[in-house]
């Protein structure tokens, strides 16, 4: 079956680590996102990427770094720049140019000790 | 600019109805509409697009005023698997490309 597979579902951090949260996709689809939620909040847009080798911030990238190096995969590392980086995390992908629906993956829990 | 969505959260009884508004400061291009439980991921239930449309899926129905860059989802006779988190995301004319999501609103269906 086609999804999304997002790991680890929990991932602790120490303060001033970089952290890297893999996601990818079998279902052939061109654009990648990632969001950030946060307790009763809605999604955050931290990057997204409609093709290989292209991404663009969202609205807000700072503290993370993303690459796109394969079409079914698009990891986010969280790095020490990120003040606040405890959230849950979700990775979703679509067929692109914002007429199809987004299918999210499990989202991994970040908490930094 | 982040949707507004009211109400922030609504209880209801099995059977019941309810409306959940989605309102943009921006003209919008589309509308999607997305279910959360608690500890999961979103779930995709429909998408409206510039055109003013109205769909429908099982029970659950979305409207779309272009005009008013509004959207509303209507739960019709809810049953307890509809609880849970709905966010509306909006894609903007001329950034059709990603979206923007509102707050949520907190549903909770009580038998």
């Known amino acids: 079956d086609g999804g999304i597979t997002q790991s680890p579902k929990y991932l602790f951090r120490k303060e001033g680590q970089n952290v890297t949260l893999s996601c990818e996709q079998n279902?052939?689809?061109?654009?990648m996102y990632w969001y950030r939620q946060d307790p009763g909040q809605g999604l955050r847009l931290i990057y997204y990427?409609?093709?290989?080798?292209?991404?663009q911030k969202g609205d807000i990238a700072e503290g993370y770094s993303v690459s796109r190096e394969k079409k079914e995969s698009f990891p986010l590392t969280v790095t020490s720049a990120q003040k606040n980086p405890t959230a849950f995390y979700l990775c979703a992908s679509s067929l692109g140019q914002g007429v199809s629906g987004y299918t999210f993956g499990s989202g991994t829990r970040l908490t930094v000790v | 600019q982040q949707p507004v969505q009211s109400p922030q959260a609504v209880i209801l009884r099995e059977g019941e109805d309810a409306v959940i508004n989605c309102s943009s400061s921006k003209a919008l291009y589309s509308v999607h509409w997305y279910r959360q439980k608690h500890g999961e991921a979103p779930v995709f239930l429909m998408i409206l697009l510039k055109g003013g449309e109205q769909k429908g899926h099982e029970k659950i129905s979305a409207s779309f005023n272009e005009k008013k860059q509004q959207s509303s989802l209507y739960l019709t006779a809810s049953q307890l698997s509809y609880s849970g988190t709905y966010f509306c995301?909006?894609?903007?004319?001329?950034?059709?490309?990603?979206?923007?999501f509102g707050s949520g609103t907190q549903l909770t269906v009580l038998p």
């Open positions: 995301g909006t894609g903007s004319s001329g950034s059709a490309r990603q979206l923007t």
């Open positions: 990427s409609q093709i290989v080798n292209d991404f």
């Open positions: 279902l052939n689809h061109d654009a």
